[in-house]
Antibody, heavy 124, light 109 residues
Framework: EVQLVESGGGLVQPGGSLRLSCAASGFTFSSYSMNWVRQAPGKGLEWVSY????????YYADSVKGRFTISRDNAKNSLYLQMNSLRAEDTAVYYC?????????????????WGQGTLVTVSS | SSELTQDPAVSVALGQTVRITCQGD??????ASWYQQKPGQAPVLVIYGKNNRPSGIPDRFSGSSSGNTASLTITGAQAEDEADYYC????????????FGTGTKVTVL
């Protein structure tokens, strides 16, 4: 079964740090790019970061650039998100999601599967 | 950055058809994917590309695209289809890699 399991969420004070992990199983992790997506309480989905299969290409949303670092360990089938200088507005459920793509007249990307999410709460 | 705009909420009678739209400049260059999210659960992929359904997704879900608009249609809506739906695509503005739609709450009456 293809599965993603996040961990590492919790309560952290503003300005603090947290490291999220995402354990992958059931597929060849090293062949896929991966993403982090978050959802603030009662709000919509927000793409956070992307990392290619070899870690050679990385992207961040403007809202986290310079504060968050995405990384992966293909030997451990794991994805990470190091979050520094956390703010109240970073409070959200963080999901990891596998990146998939193909071309059918136009490029299409899709996120599947998703993990169950891990809650990060930034509060004093 | 580019935006994908969705109607905040739509309602549909049980067994009827509902169309959810997603508008944005990015959709002129990239196909959308669609996600269903029920309360307290992770999003689930329901449609990607021109009109592709993952295994396990009922064939009452279909997708289409024209110009800057992508659409998700539920034909014969069921009670279990009540959920939030989000579109997503690459971001053509170059600022971000991906952008999500604002989300549509579908209520089945």
């Amino acid at each position: 079964e293809v599965q993603l399991v996040e961990s590492g969420g919790g309560l952290v004070q503003p300005g603090g740090s947290l490291r999220l992990s995402c354990a992958a199983s059931g597929f060849t992790f090293s062949s896929y790019s991966m993403n982090w997506v978050r959802q603030a309480p009662g709000k919509g989905l927000e793409w956070v970061s992307y990392i290619s299969s070899s870690s050679s290409t990385i992207y961040y949303a403007d809202s986290v650039k310079g504060r968050f670092t995405i990384s992966r360990d293909n030997a451990k089938n794991s994805l990470y998100l190091q979050m520094n200088s956390l703010r109240a507005e970073d409070t959200a459920v963080y999901y990891c999601a596998r990146d998939n793509w193909k071309v059918e007249q136009q490029l299409v990307n899709w996120f599947d599967p998703w993990g169950q999410g891990t809650l990060v709460t930034v509060s004093s | 950055s580019s935006e994908l705009t969705q109607d905040p909420a739509v309602s549909v009678a049980l067994g009827q058809t509902v169309r959810i739209t997603c508008q944005g400049d990015s959709l002129r260059s990239y196909y959308a994917s669609w996600y269903q999210q029920k309360p307290g659960q992770a999003p689930v992929l329901v449609i990607y590309g021109k009109n592709n359904r993952p295994s396990g997704i009922p064939d009452r879900f279909s997708g289409s695209s024209s110009g800057n608009t992508a659409s998700l249609t539920i034909t014969g809506a069921q009670a279990e289809d009540e959920a939030d739906y989000y579109c997503n695509s690459r971001d053509s503005s170059g600022n971000h890699l991906y952008v999500f739609g604002t989300g549509t709450k579908v209520t089945v009456l």
